[in-house]
């Protein structure tokens, strides 16, 4: 029984679930944009051109080829999603990016709604924001459909990340102020798409929590947690503890990932020299945090390549990651698969997977002292994190893209039925 899967989105999450009903012969097709693959001849060529003439291309584009499906079922949609990219890549500008992102999602809603009207699948996989009038087009046909909700409801993002705009006015640029004109608006077609889908896919109990207290009925939540990344060898798990003991985080360092609440914490542990705070990502914090804190021992790297990522899990101690709300937080899952426990908020999805005490700790968003509580306990138990390492590398091991991939076909039949795959 045919699928449709239509969504600008193109990341490992989606790509899985295509592969799921790939694996089970119900995909009858892939549709999203700008992921890099062409179907005419003629496109191809410009491709393969670009590819000579900018080398560097070639690796940036390869971040948007989707392998899991044969690419005979996929179908992109360059038209608004190319100059999105080149816009963005350029960085000419925040707010003509973000209006091309909307053409191209509008744009691709129409165009997915047209092409299920002539196919008429069983079902469709669409994502929050860009599926509205294909849902609407498969009510009318008596087509099931599933939305998969990638973040946390509206209400809870402005109760956690909007909040702290009083205590960060310099956040609030001309382009947060066009986001949050906009809110209302995209947040209604969001809303719109919940209540009209007969399933809503999450990744977290924290996503499908926030969805329920906003009025959707839990009966339409399923619940699959985001595979890990294939696990490193038991043997590259290290045997000691470095000196001095290496604190992790990787992200963007920002307000919205907790990370001034990190500062704080680290600096309330005191002035500790045998221990050290490394920051892997964009920096995101206004300039003032940074440059005020007086915490020590703190090194900034900015963004690196996976590689040097991969060896900066396998050197720390410990993932901290007190995001303000993540609808997942796959930094934590690429922790587990380095074999690295994880101190994390509340607030992320992926602490559904994190066991008190034996691959992580699991903390209250905000909550300083006991951010700081738990990382002066890792301070002083090195012996004992060496083997939570253990159990973190097993965690990896016990829920890979596999078992979310059958979780999505069996969470799914649950609420739509058998037939509908």
């Known amino acids: 029984m045919p699928v449709l899967i239509g969504t600008v989105a193109h990341n490992q999450h989606i790509q899985n679930i295509a592969r799921a009903l790939f694996d089970s012969n119900a995909l009858a097709g892939y549709r999203s944009a700008g ?11 410009i491709r393969g051109l670009a590819g000579r003439v900018y080398p560097g291309l070639n690796g940036r584009l390869a971040r948007r080829r989707v392998n899991t499906v044969p690419q005979s079922l996929l179908h992109s949609d360059w038209r608004w999603e190319g100059p999105r990219t080149a816009v963005h890549g350029i960085g000419i500008s925040e707010s003509l990016a973000d209006w091309l992102w909307e053409r191209s999602e509008y744009s691709f809603d129409h165009s997915c709604a047209r092409f299920l009207r002539h196919t008429r699948p069983t079902a469709f996989f669409g994502v929050e924001h860009g599926c509205l009038e294909t849902i609407r087009a498969a009510k009318d046909l008596g087509v099931k459909t599933i939305v998969g909700f990638l973040s946390p409801h509206h209400k809870v993002i402005e109760e956690t990340v909007f909040a702290e705009y009083d205590s960060f006015p310099e956040l609030v640029t001309p382009y947060v102020r066009r986001l949050l004109k906009l809110a209302p608006e995209r947040d209604l077609r969001k809303d719109s798409e919940a209540e009209l889908a007969d399933c809503i896919h999450t990744a977290s109990r924290f996503t499908a929590g926030s969805l329920v207290r906003a009025g959707f009925p839990a009966s339409k939540m399923t619940i699959v947690p985001l595979g890990c990344p294939p696990p490193i060898a038991d043997e590259m798990l290290p045997a000691s503890t470095t000196h001095p003991m290496r604190f992790l985080y990787a ?42 804190t007086k915490a020590e021992n703190v090194v900034v790297h900015g ?22 709300c993540d609808g997942f937080g796959m930094v934590a899952m690429e922790a587990f698969a380095h074999g690295l426990p994880v101190v994390i908020s509340s607030n992320a999805g992926a602490a559904d997977l994190v066991e ?29 994190l060496l083997e939570m390492r253990r159990y973190a590398l097993a965690t990896a091991k016990r829920w890979t893209w596999s078992e979310f991939r059958a979780g999505f076909l069996a969470q799914s039949s649950r609420v739509l039925g058998n037939a509908w795959i």
Request: hydrophobic share 40%; aromatic share 10%; glycine share 8%.
């Open 303 to 324: 963004p690196v390549s996976k590689e040097e990522l991969a060896s900066a899990y396998r050197e720390s101690a410990v993932l901290v990651f007190p995001t303000l």
């Open 35 to 45: 992921i890099d693959h062409y179907q005419q001849r003629w496109s191809r060529a």
């Open 251 to 292: 992200g963007p360092f920002s307000v919205r990932k907790g990370a001034h609440y990190l500062l704080k914490a680290w600096e309330s542990v005191g002035a500790v020299k045998d221990a050290e705070l490394h920051i892997y990502g964009q920096q995101c914090l206004p300039e003032r945090l940074l440059k005020g």
């Open 356 to 384: 008190e005490g034996k691959n992580g700790f699991v903390i209250s968003p905000r909550d300083v002292d006991g951010l700081a509580a738990r990382i002066e306990w890792c301070m002083g138990h090195p012996v004992e």
